[in-house]
C-alpha cells in the first residue's frame, strides 16, 4: 500500500510562487507515473502535470511554463514547483500514483492519493 503525503501549500500573493512536495511510503515512486492535480471549491478535479518513471513530464495547457514538476528518488519525493501563481490557482493541490505505464489526464484511474495540500493565492 503506498501513501502519498503533500506539504508545502500555503497562502502566497499572486506572482509569487510555491513548491509542493510529496512524500511516497510502502514503495517507491519510481515504480510509478506520478500526476499532481487540483480542485478548487465548486469544480471537478483538474489535472496539472505528470511525471513518468523515466523523469519526463507533461503539463496541462493552463501552466504555460509556470510549473515544474521533479523527482528526488533518494527521498522518494516528488516536488510541482509553481512560479508566477495566479488567484485562479487557488485550489487544494494533490499528488497521485499511477501504476498504469500509459500517463494519464483522468484522476479516476490513478491508484493511490495523498490528502491534498491548500494552496490560496491573494490578489
Known amino acids: 500500500q503506498v501513501q502519498l503525503v503533500e506539504s508545502g501549500g500555503g497562502l502566497v500573493q499572486a506572482g509569487g510562487s510555491l513548491r509542493l512536495s510529496c512524500a511516497a511510503s510502502g514503495g517507491s515512486f519510481s515504480d510509478y507515473g506520478m500526476g499532481w492535480f487540483r480542485q478548487a471549491p465548486g469544480k471537478e478535479r483538474e489535472f496539472v502535470g505528470f511525471i513518468r518513471r523515466s523523469g519526463t513530464t507533461f503539463y496541462a495547457d493552463f501552466v504555460k511554463g509556470r510549473f515544474t514538476i521533479s523527482g528526488d528518488s533518494a527521498r522518494n519525493t516528488v516536488y510541482l514547483q509553481m512560479n508566477v501563481l495566479k488567484p485562479g490557482d487557488t485550489a487544494v493541490y494533490y499528488c497521485?500514483?499511477?501504476?498504469?505505464?500509459?500517463?494519464?489526464?483522468?484522476?479516476?484511474?490513478?491508484?493511490?492519493w495523498g490528502q491534498g495540500t491548500q494552496v490560496t493565492v491573494s490578489s
Open positions: 497521485a500514483a499511477l501504476m498504469s505505464l500509459i500517463p494519464s489526464t483522468d484522476a479516476g484511474i490513478y491508484d493511490y
